[in-house]
C-alpha cells in the first residue's frame, strides 16, 4: 500500500472517530487570540508594509478566516514577504499548488529543522521547528521561501500530517483552527551564493517573528 494510500486509510478512520466523539462533546471555545492586523510592522531591523487586500473571492476560496500579507524591509533595502493565513475551519492551500498558478516554479524542495525560542521575553534558543524550504524561479527571478502549518501549539511541516494532526485536535479538543506561515525571501541573482543569502534572511526573520506568533495562532 501507498504512503499517499495509507494516509487516506487513516484519515477515514479518524474521521469516523470524529463523527462519533461529536455526539458527546458540547460547544468549545478556542483560546483568545489576537487579530493579525495587529502583528508589529517593526520587527527586529525589519519594517513592514501592508500588501494590497485578498480578494472576497480569494478569502473565500482559501476559506481563510483572518491574515496577513506584508513586505518587510531592512534600511539596506533587503525585502522579506510575510504571509499568514489562519483558519478557523482548518483547510489550507499547500503553495506547492498555489505557486505554479502565480506563474513560480518550485525547483528545490526540503525541509530544514531550525532553532527558535519560545516566547520574546526568554533568550536563547530553546526548541527547533522542523518546516519546509523551497526555492522558486520565475523566469530570471529566484525566491526562498519557508512555510509550516502552525495550531494547538505544533509546528508541521507536511500537509499530510497537518490533516491528520487536524483530526486529531478535532476528536482530542474540538478543535479545528490552526495557521499557515509563509515567509518569501527575494535572491539577488541566480547565482547560489545569492540563493543562500536569501535563505539565510528568511531564517533570521523565522527567529525573530516566531516567538509572536502565539498571541495569534493559540496553542
Known sequence: MSMTARVLVLCVCMLAGTWLLAHDRGPVSVPPRDSLSTLPME??????????????????????????????VKPDRTSIG??????????????????PGSGWIPV?????D??????????GFITSIHINRIVILKGLDKQVVLYWYQGCGRVIASEYWGL???????????????ALV?????????????E?????????????IFPMLSRYIPN
Not at 531550525?114 to 533568550?123: A, C, N, R
Not at 494532526?165 to 490552526?178: C, E, I, N, Q, S
Request: with cysteine; hydrophobic share 35%; proline share 6%.
Open 114 to 123: 531550525l532553532p527558535v525560542q519560545l516566547l520574546p521575553e526568554k533568550s
Open 108 to 112: 528545490k524542495t526540503g525541509r530544514i
Open 43 to 72: 520587527i527586529g531591523p525589519w519594517s513592514g508594509q501592508n500588501m494590497s487586500d485578498l480578494s472576497n473571492d480569494a478569502r473565500t476560496m482559501l476559506r481563510v478566516t483572518d491574515y496577513t500579507n506584508r513586505t518587510y
Open 196 to 208: 543562500n543569502a536569501a535563505g539565510n534572511n528568511a531564517v533570521d526573520f523565522t527567529r525573530l
Open 182 to 194: 509563509r515567509i518569501t525571501s527575494p535572491a539577488t541573482s541566480l547565482e547560489p551564493a545569492a
Open 164 to 178: 491528520i494532526y487536524g483530526m486529531v485536535d478535532k476528536m482530542r479538543l474540538g478543535r479545528t483552527d490552526a
Open 82 to 99: 510575510l504571509y499568514i493565513g489562519y483558519h478557523a475551519e482548518g483547510g489550507f492551500h499547500s503553495p506547492l499548488n498555489c505557486l
